[in-house]
């Protein structure tokens, strides 16, 4: 089927991915045939055709499907690590509950596609932390990170039970400038820049050795178009791809964004968070989505940097 004749639902269309996710699937298959939707309409969304829809209304999710001949869902919504600790049970009922709602489109036959991300949040205290392997030891310590791990096996599961074409990534932290991150642990390597280009100084929730594996969003939106573009006998792994960019603590990008605002200064003031970022891994080994379906990233910290505090202050973003 040509590119052109696809009809691609996004769910969780006005988050930080979903954002950036609908600008770049709609230059692949034309505006009109990307339906993004989101709990409420966003002003991002001027062209796209937008509904409104909460993930857990099958019957809602239904007749959108229905309404616009969905062919694909990328299916974005989810309650993220740092809030999920603060709501737990809905946490696990919206992350568990929306992804059964559109796998079971897809067993019905209803669409023929998904993107679903995962998290590296799967890995927990006692998996390895340098270059986390893609098979190891995954005992998530949050509720997000069980309820990534568990619909990772569910769409392992409904792929080789029913055949469903559902295809994820571990997406490490990403960092735009395009959109505001939602509520996750490395959060603050987007305020950074915000705090860097208002006051020229930061107050990190992690402490300075904090080092976690992060990916601008450019690379993490590529990487999903290319997993989603892959012939489907290429894609091996039907729970979901380790995915690796860099990997850098809150004391490197500052020394990084000190090369640019020489006046820069960080603290560190650990919360709640620290915990979270201490039981995830510092770097990942991603050589099976390498082998795979040929993933290269392409940015490292010192062009993650520019790019950042480039288009922030030229595109007016600074909040
Ligand atoms: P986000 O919080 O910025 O956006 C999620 C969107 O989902 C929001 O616009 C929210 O309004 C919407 N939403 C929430 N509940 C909903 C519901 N019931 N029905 C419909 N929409 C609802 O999150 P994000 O950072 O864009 O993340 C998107 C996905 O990527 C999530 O599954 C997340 O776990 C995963 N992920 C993100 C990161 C990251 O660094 N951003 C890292 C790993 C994985």
Same mark, same amino acid.
């Given at each position: 089927?040509?590119?052109?004749?696809?009809?691609?639902?996004?769910?969780?269309?006005?988050?930080?991915?979903?954002?950036?996710?609908?600008?770049?699937?709609?230059?692949?298959?034309?505006?009109?045939?990307?339906?993004?939707?989101?709990?409420?309409?966003?002003?991002? @969304?001027?062209?796209? +055709?937008?509904?409104?829809?909460?993930? &857990?209304?099958?019957?809602?999710?239904?007749?959108?499907?229905?309404?616009?001949?969905?062919?694909?869902?990328?299916?974005?919504?989810?309650?993220?690590?740092?809030?999920?600790?603060?709501?737990?049970? @809905?946490?696990?009922?919206?992350?568990?509950?929306?992804?059964?709602?559109?796998?079971? &489109?897809? %067993?019905?036959?209803?669409?023929?596609?998904?993107?679903?991300?995962?998290?590296?949040?799967?890995?927990? +205290?006692?998996?390895?932390?340098?270059? $986390?392997?893609?098979? $190891?030891?995954?005992?998530?310590?949050?509720?997000?990170?069980?309820?990534?791990?568990?619909?990772?096996?569910?769409?392992?599961?409904?792929?080789?039970?029913?055949?469903?074409?559902?295809? !994820?990534?571990?997406?490490?932290?990403?960092?735009?400038? %395009?959109?505001?991150?939602?509520?996750?642990?490395?959060?603050?390597?987007?305020?950074?820049?915000?705090?860097?280009? %208002?006051?020229?100084?930061?107050?990190? @929730?992690?402490?300075?050795?904090?080092?976690?594996?992060?990916?601008?969003?450019?690379?993490?939106?590529?990487? $999903?178009?290319?997993?989603?573009?892959?012939?489907?006998?290429?894609?091996?792994?039907?729970?979901?791809?380790?995915? !690796?960019?860099?990997?850098?603590?809150?004391?490197?990008?500052?020394?990084?964004?000190?090369?640019?605002?020489?006046? @820069?200064?960080?603290?560190? %003031?650990?919360?709640?968070?620290?915990?979270?970022?201490?039981?995830?891994?510092?770097?990942?080994?991603?050589?099976?989505?390498?082998?795979?379906?040929?993933?290269?990233?392409?940015?490292?910290?010192?062009?993650?940097?520019?790019?950042? &505090?480039?288009?922030?202050?030229?595109?007016?973003?600074?909040?």
């Amino acid at each position: 089927m040509s590119n052109t004749q696809e009809k691609v639902l996004i769910i969780g269309a006005g988050g930080q991915i979903g954002v950036e996710l609908t600008e770049n699937l709609s230059k692949i298959y034309g505006e009109n045939n990307v339906v993004a939707s989101d709990l409420r309409k966003s002003d991002v @969304f001027k062209v796209n +055709p937008f509904e409104v829809l909460d993930a &857990l209304n099958k019957d809602a999710l239904f007749s959108i499907v229905k309404k616009h001949n969905i062919t694909q869902i990328y299916h974005l919504a989810a309650m993220l690590s740092a809030t999920g600790e603060q709501n737990p049970m @809905f946490a696990w009922k919206l992350n568990m509950e929306s992804l059964f709602h559109v796998l079971d &489109l897809a %067993k019905e036959k209803h669409i023929k596609q998904i993107y679903w991300p995962s998290s590296i949040a799967v890995f927990g +205290p006692t998996t390895p932390q340098e270059n $986390t392997p893609q098979f $190891t030891v995954m005992e998530p310590s949050t509720i997000y990170g069980i309820s990534k791990q568990a619909g990772e096996r569910w769409c392992e599961w409904y792929f080789k039970k029913h055949g469903v074409d559902v295809r !994820s990534l571990r997406y490490p932290g990403l960092i735009g400038w %395009k959109s505001a991150p939602g509520g996750g642990t490395t959060d603050y390597a987007v305020h950074i820049f915000h705090e860097a280009l %208002k006051n020229s100084k930061y107050e990190s @929730f992690l402490s300075e050795n904090t080092a976690l594996p992060m990916m601008h969003m450019e690379d993490a939106i590529r990487a $999903t178009i290319e997993i989603m573009h892959a012939p489907s006998e290429n894609i091996k792994l039907r729970g979901s791809y380790n995915l !690796s960019g860099i990997s850098f603590s809150p004391k490197d990008i500052a020394t990084e964004i000190k090369k640019h605002i020489p006046n @820069f200064s960080i603290s560190y %003031k650990p919360d709640f968070r620290q915990a979270i970022a201490d039981s995830w891994p510092k770097s990942i080994d991603d050589s099976f989505a390498q082998k795979d379906w040929g993933w290269k990233v392409k940015y490292d910290l010192p062009k993650l940097v520019e790019n950042m &505090l480039v288009n922030l202050k030229e595109h007016n973003l600074v909040k």
